[in-house]
């Protein structure tokens, strides 16, 4: 439970208002942005409408973890900031994801307006089939278990099986949601969204 309330969490808020509303909108959607860049544990935020002339927009805001979420969601600045758009803005929807499912959020490109700290992925586009997710999540795994159990059978011989896996999924389980998994979703990223090879895009 610990190392699950230590992890990012992404919110996705499904939003909608009148079309006609789209520059009162922005500015309430950058005074939120500004207000929530001041909590500690704010990794970033975007937002897109669903088409051009659409009232549907989704929102995305990522904190480091539960506590840092909940300390901006309970927040007095959160409530007047809410409070600001009503009969203006509709919540329909609010989606939250955290671990290693979030690595496979949708690709950034999607993103219309972000804030400098972090750029993430908005809701709409599907997140990539199970099969990519398994492949991807075997890559990095494969490669840091083999290391850690030839490590652990080379200098820790004698440690009982318990205490050795204890050990391996101690190590292991930080290294691949804060370092692993991250960097080889990024190389991945054109396979796991269904785009071209990088070097097929450059000829």
Do not use: N
Not at 174 to 202: D, E, F
């Amino acid at each position: 439970m610990t190392m699950t309330h230590a992890l990012p969490v992404t919110v996705a808020v499904a939003r909608r208002t009148d079309p006609a509303r789209t520059s009162e909108m922005v500015a309430w959607m950058r005074a939120g942005t500004a207000l929530a860049e001041a909590f500690p544990g704010f990794l970033g935020s975007g937002w897109v409408r669903s088409a051009p002339g659409s009232g549907e927009w989704h929102v995305i805001y990522r904190f480091a973890d539960h506590e840092t979420l909940r300390r901006w969601e309970e927040s007095p600045q959160r409530h007047w900031w809410l409070s600001s758009a009503q009969g203006i803005v509709e919540h329909t929807r609010v989606e939250r994801r955290t671990g290693v499912e979030g690595w496979f959020d949708p690709p950034r490109e999607h993103v219309v307006q972000t804030v400098p700290v972090s750029a993430e992925p908005t809701v709409p586009p599907p997140a990539p089939p199970r099969w990519k997710q398994a492949v991807t999540i075997w890559l990095a795994f494969f490669p840091l278990s083999l290391t850690a159990t030839l490590l652990t059978s080379r200098y820790l011989p004698d440690l009982p099986l318990a205490a050795r896996v204890l050990m391996m999924t101690l190590t292991l389980t930080p290294l691949m949601t804060y370092l692993v998994l991250p960097r080889i979703t990024r190389a991945l990223h054109w396979w796991l969204h269904g785009q071209r090879a990088p070097w097929r895009l450059a000829r």
